[in-house]
Nanobody, 119 residues
Framework: QVRLVESGGGLVQPGGSLRLSCAAS????????MGWYRQAPGKQREFVAL???????NYADSVKGRFTLSRDDVKNTVYLQMNSLKPEDTAVYLC?????????????WGQGTQVTVSS
C-alpha cells in the first residue's frame, strides 16, 4: 500500500515562490510516474506536471517556465518549485503517484496542500 503526504503550501504574494513536497511511503515499485495536479473550488482537477523517470518532466502550458518538478527516488519524494506565482495558481495541489506492477498500475493520491496567491 502507498501513502502520500504533501507539504509546503501557504499564502504568498503574486510574483512570489513556494516549494511543495510530497513524501511517499509503502510499496513504491519501479517504474512509477510522480506528478502534481491542482483543483480550485468549483473547478475540475487539472494536470500541472509529472515525471515518468528521473530527469524527464512534462508540464502544463499554464505553468511551463515557472514551475519545476524534481524527484528523489532514494527518498521517494517529489517536489514542485513554483516561481512567479499568479493569483490564478490558487488551488489545492495534490500529489499523484502511478505505480506499475507488470502489465497493470495503481494510482495513489495525497490529501492536498492549499496554495493561495494573493496580495
Amino acid at each position: 500500500q502507498v501513502r502520500l503526504v504533501e507539504s509546503g503550501g501557504g499564502l504568498v504574494q503574486p510574483g512570489g515562490s513556494l516549494r511543495l513536497s510530497c513524501a511517499a511511503s509503502g510499496n513504491i515499485f519501479s517504474p512509477n510516474v510522480m506528478g502534481w495536479y491542482r483543483q480550485a473550488p468549483g473547478k475540475q482537477r487539472e494536470f500541472v506536471a509529472l515525471s515518468p523517470s528521473r530527469g524527464m518532466t512534462n508540464y502544463a502550458d499554464s505553468v511551463k517556465g515557472r514551475f519545476t518538478l524534481s524527484r528523489d527516488d532514494v527518498k521517494n519524494t517529489v517536489y514542485l518549485q513554483m516561481n512567479s506565482l499568479k493569483p490564478e495558481d490558487t488551488a489545492v495541489y495534490l500529489c499523484n503517484v502511478r505505480v506499475y506492477r507488470g502489465s497493470i498500475w495503481d494510482d495513489y493520491w495525497g490529501q492536498g496542500t492549499q496554495v493561495t496567491v494573493s496580495s
